[in-house]
């Protein structure tokens, strides 16, 4: 606890001193009858209890003191708050993400006889993105799609089900003219977004995760735009689902888990949601607080107290116990 008005005191100590000392020098009430002398002997000692309505008026009078100089009790007060990331999904809508996502049990159903709707990579992608996007709640979030060509179909917003509703209208024939495999073109455009909509002074961290089923066979060099998101401050994750092994893809792995992110090689539904948990684990916001220090008055009890003690003082001063007499 500290007092606001602690300049007060300098000229409050000589005006209580004063009080104190014209209180003391004040003349008591005296009782004389010519017998007193005779019964000087027999009179009882004058208790300590007659003094203390004295008492208590210096005690609130010292109270009034405290009050007056205003104590109030320091109370920080802090606010938690999180800076979001910037988040780019970039998705391959090349002709082979309409196959099913686990052919070998779509064979072996077809070759028992079951019909039925196979769910598509396409289909398992769009599902594990939505559920990764409404986790992801103070995040901006864009979607890009790629074949021959980046297209931008979501810009990056703080809306999940705004973002949710682009994601399903994603299906085959968005993209039905083209058919091959432009990863550079994707993250080029991804890139691009993230350039017009940030401004230059914002601190937010940068994330592009590019998912693809295929190699890329067309457009600019991927590792040249992988290099360009790395220096635009991007971390870089890869989801590759159901990709063969190669040189190629050996290669792109290194320049993507060199941004400082990852590779994730998935073949069915379930390792593609595991893929977007994982990096929903890795990627936290920036949390920081914010401090500001206020003062909660004090001076009340003290006031009150001193309230009290005056009042207790006049109140036994009425009781003829507590009269001093000489």
């Not at 069915?268 to 994982?278: M, P, V």
């Amino acid at each position: 606890m500290i007092f606001s008005r602690l300049y007060l005191l300098a000229p409050l100590l000589p005006v209580t001193a004063l009080i104190v000392f014209l209180k003391w020098r004040k003349k008591k009430n005296y009782f004389g009858h010519p017998l007193l002398s005779y019964l000087r002997g027999k009179l009882r000692p004058v208790s300590p209890l007659v003094y203390l309505p004295k008492v208590l008026e210096y005690l609130a009078l010292a109270f009034l003191l405290i009050a007056v100089l205003d104590p109030v009790l320091p109370s920080p007060n802090y606010l938690v708050m999180k800076r979001g990331l910037d988040i780019l999904l970039v998705l391959d809508l090349s002709s082979s993400m309409q196959e099913p996502i686990d052919p070998r049990a779509a064979q072996e159903r077809w070759r028992f006889g079951i019909r039925r709707n196979e769910k598509s990579r396409l289909d398992a992608v769009k599902e594990a993105m939505a559920r990764f996007a409404q986790r992801r709640q103070g995040d901006r979030i864009g979607v890009v799609v790629f074949s021959e060509h980046g297209y931008v179909v979501s810009p990056m917003t703080l809306d999940t089900s705004y973002l949710t509703r682009y994601l399903q209208m994603i299906d085959r024939n968005t993209l039905a003219g083209e058919g091959q495999t432009a990863i550079g073109e994707g993250i080029l455009t991804a890139l691009n977004l993230a350039v017009q909509q940030t401004p230059e002074h914002n601190s937010n961290g940068k994330v592009m995760i590019v998912l693809t089923d295929g190699e890329n066979n067309t457009g600019r060099d991927p590792y040249m735009a992988i290099q360009k998101a790395i220096a635009a401050g991007f971390r870089i994750y890869y989801i590759g689902v159901a990709l063969e092994n190669s040189p190629e893809s050996f290669r792109l792995i290194a320049a993507v888990k060199a941004s400082g992110g990852n590779y994730y090689d998935v073949r069915d539904a379930e390792q593609i949601e595991k893929a977007h948990q994982g990096i929903n684990r890795l990627e936290k916001g920036t949390f920081f607080t914010k401090g500001r220090e206020h003062y909660l008055p004090r001076f009340y009890p003290f006031a009150l107290s001193s309230l009290f003690l005056l009042a207790a003082s006049i109140g036994l001063r009425a009781i003829p116990y507590f009269i001093e007499v000489t």
